[in-house]
Nanobody, 124 residues
């Protein structure tokens, strides 16, 4: 499996962005897909995770109610819809995948395949 993230950019606070992560290779409905974000000097921070089939999602408290994770299986794409963006949401956003859903889905070490990252900048 390979992942290609895109959709980042520069927006003003309060705006929306949708990140995409195209998945190439064989997956299964039980694959765990996730978005993490990282700012310089900090560890990767969990944002949201979803089963590839879309039957289970978890979202970090810091973005709950503003961000939505979803999949479009015919398009082999993972999405992160980000609404009401705040300056503190600025980061490089990474998509990642693992074979099989994990009860530790919010832990970066659970994922063995990562995309290259896409930069989100939010001006105040």
């Amino acid at each position: 499996v390979q992942l290609q993230a895109s959709g980042g950019g520069l927006v003003q606070a309060g705006a929306s962005l949708r990140l995409s992560c195209v998945v190439s290779g064989r997956t299964s409905n039980n694959y765990g897909m996730t978005w993490f974000r990282q700012t310089p000097g900090k560890e990767r921070e969990f944002v949201a995770a979803i089963k590839w089939a879309g039957s289970l999602t978890i979202v970090a408290d810091s973005v709950k109610g503003r961000f939505t994770i979803s999949t479009d299986r015919p398009k082999n794409t993972l999405y992160l819809q980000m609404n009401r963006l705040k300056p503190e949401d600025a980061a490089v956003y990474f998509c990642a995948a693992r074979s099989g859903w994990s009860v530790r889905a919010s832990e970066a070490y659970e994922y063995n395949t990562w995309g290259q990252g896409t930069l989100v900048t939010v001006s105040s």
